[in-house]
Each structure stands twice: as C-alpha cells, then as structure tokens.
Nanobody, 115 residues
Framework: QVQLVESGGGVVQPGGSLRLSCAAS????????MSWYRQAPGKERELVAR???????NYADSVKGRFTISRDNAKNTVYLQMDSLKPEDTAVYYC?????????WGQGTQVTVSS
C-alpha cells in the first residue's frame, strides 16, 4: 500500500522557520522524483521544490534562498526546510512522488504564517 505522510506543519510568526517531513512507504522511494507543492485558499496548487533521485534540486522563484528540499533514501523521507517565512507562504503543503507515469500524493499539512 502506497503512503505519503506529511508532518511538521503548524503556526509560525513571520520570519520564523518550519521543517516539513514526508515519510514514504509502499514504493521504491529512492528512484522517485520527490516534490513539495502548496495550495493557498482560492489559488491553484503550485510547485514549491523538487529533488531528483540523484539529488538535483530546483525551486520556485518565490522560495529560492529561503527553502531547502532534501531527501534521506535510507529513511524513505523527503524534507522541506522553510526559513524566513512570510504570510504569503500560508498554504496546505503536499508531498508528491513521480516515476514515469506513476505519481502519488500525500494528504497535506497546513502551514500558517501569522503574527
């Protein structure tokens, strides 16, 4: 059974940090492109960051220099370190895995940046 389980969301003040985790099971994690997406209320889901099976990363312009994606293949987990958070980063954050035509989504974790 394939599962992607996100954790680490919460409420944080502007300028603060959070670290999201996504624990994967049921598929060959190390082969998969892993991504973080987010969806704010009333907006479309957007790509935040992704990391290939070989560790190549790329980021949305809005988060470059503030967010860092990483993966630990031994733990079947992908992370998103979020620093210098802004109110506009408020959204539900989703983890996604892709390999060829296969893709899997997590259930999401809420991140709220507010003073």
């Amino acid at each position: 059974q394939v599962q992607l389980v996100e954790s680490g969301g919460g409420v944080v003040q502007p300028g603060g940090s959070l670290r999201l985790s996504c624990a994967a099971s049921g598929f060959f994690f190390s082969r998969y492109l892993m991504s973080w997406y987010r969806q704010a209320p009333g907006k479309e889901r957007e790509l935040v960051a992704r990391i290939t099976s070989t560790g190549i990363t790329n980021y949305a312009d809005s988060v470059k220099g503030r967010f860092t994606i990483s993966r630990d293949n031994a733990k079947n987990t992908v992370y998103l370190q979020m620093d210098s958070l802004k109110p506009e980063d408020t959204a539900v954050y989703y983890c996604r895995g892709d390999y060829g035509l296969r893709n899997y989504w997590g259930q999401g974790t809420q991140v709220t940046v507010s003073s």
